[in-house]
């Protein structure tokens, strides 16, 4: 079975101390800064598919975006890029997955001093029905696929 998640952010820019410093905003209007935190559950030994779209972002050419998992990199956009995605593949336990804005020498931008992040959590059904459901749907290739996207939107103009 496949399931797309879809959600959407803003980047607003803010001007603190003479730079130009971001702060997040999510689809419902709520602002947070300097993180956000979006969580999901799925299913015992899914592919998960975490693709972040940032299409139409306007400093995307002097930006660029990494995904880390425990502090370790697992992809970067390249200058100008304006999608990211990672497969997680038959996922057993929680994840904690790390979206870093970042300047083109590779520095994390920060929002009043504190790194500026996003962050995907994972939740994993990993009960003992959980598991033994997962036995049966791998036995037969019907382990679940989930589509978790994100996408940029434009700030409205104020």
């Not at 990494?66 to 970067?76: C, D, M, S, V």
Request: negative net charge; aromatic residues 18%.
């Amino acid at each position: 079975t496949q399931d797309d998640l879809e959600y959407f952010f803003t980047l607003k820019p803010v001007l603190c101390d003479g730079k130009v410093e971001f702060e997040i905003q999510d689809d419902n209007g709520s602002t947070s800064a300097p993180y956000r935190v979006f969580d999901d559950t799925f299913d015992y030994k899914s592919t998960i598919h975490l693709t972040i779209n940032f299409d139409g972002f306007d400093v995307s050419d002097s930006l660029t975006f990494g995904l880390y998992e425990n502090n370790k990199p697992l992809i970067r956009t390249s200058l100008g890029q304006e999608k990211l995605s990672y497969t997680f593949r038959k996922v057993t336990s929680d994840k904690e997955i790390v979206l870093k804005v970042l300047d083109p020498t590779g520095n994390t931008l920060y929002y009043f001093g504190q790194d500026f992040t996003i962050k995907f959590i994972m939740y994993i059904k990993d009960g003992f029905f959980d598991q033994f459901i997962a036995f049966f749907r791998e036995i037969f290739g019907l382990l679940p696929e989930y589509n978790w996207e994100y996408g940029y939107v434009e700030p409205e103009n104020q």
